[in-house]
């Protein structure tokens, strides 16, 4: 196993770990939730980086790396939902986009082919990693909370929309694969 591999696995063990210390009722866990959530999300550019610069780019890095972005942002929205501090309609709206595309990773990987991230995919990914550490940075008391809430939610919906073009992208790039035949 690669590098480039390790780390994305490496992302996936975090997840527990940021659920568990976000969900403990500590200032110091969930200040410690969310540097692991930091470090997990900055590990998705450096398995980048490194699955390209250095030639690791493989099969299983296009297949697990994608789940790994969805196992994070998944969890962190779901604790965000729970704390009252994201939508249910934008995690509804996330989350289907999500089973689409992997529903059409699937029927792509059925033909034998992969299909990568787009552009789009990445940047609905940066926006909801950075919307989710805005979140829950915005979370602490010294915050002003409604001005908190006004700025969270701008951040959740503009990843959302851009979460919607992405699955749209996709879609529109992969019709040729499930179009009846």
Same mark, same amino acid.
């Given at each position: 196993m690669n590098t480039a591999n390790k780390i994305t696995l490496f992302?996936? +063990?975090?997840?527990? +770990?940021? @659920?568990?210390?976000?969900m403990a009722d500590s200032s110091a866990c969930r200040l410690a939730a969310l540097a692991v959530f930091i470090i997990a999300s900055a590990s998705d550019a450096l398995d980048g980086y490194i699955a390209r610069h250095y030639n690791q780019i493989t099969t299983f890095g296009k297949f697990v790396d994608p789940i790994a972005d969805k196992l994070l942002v998944t969890a962190a929205f779901v604790i965000l939902l729970m704390y009252g501090r994201i939508s249910p309609w934008a995690l509804m709206i996330v989350l289907a986009r999500e089973f689409i595309v992997t529903g059409l990773r699937l029927v792509a990987v059925s033909e034998g082919k992969v299909i990568a991230a787009s552009v789009w995919g990445k940047a609905k990914t940066v926006s909801q990693m950075v919307a989710i550490i805005a979140a829950m940075t915005l979370m602490y008391d010294f915050f002003p909370q409604n001005a908190a809430a006004l700025i969270t939610n701008i951040m959740i919906w503009i990843s959302t929309v851009l979460t919607v073009?992405?699955? +749209?992208?996709?879609?529109?790039?992969?019709?040729?694969?499930? =179009? @009846? =035949?």
């Open positions: 992302r996936i +063990v975090l997840v527990p +770990v940021f @659920m568990a210390l976000f073009i992405s699955g +749209v992208d996709y879609l529109a790039k992969n019709w040729h694969m499930i =179009k @009846m =035949k």
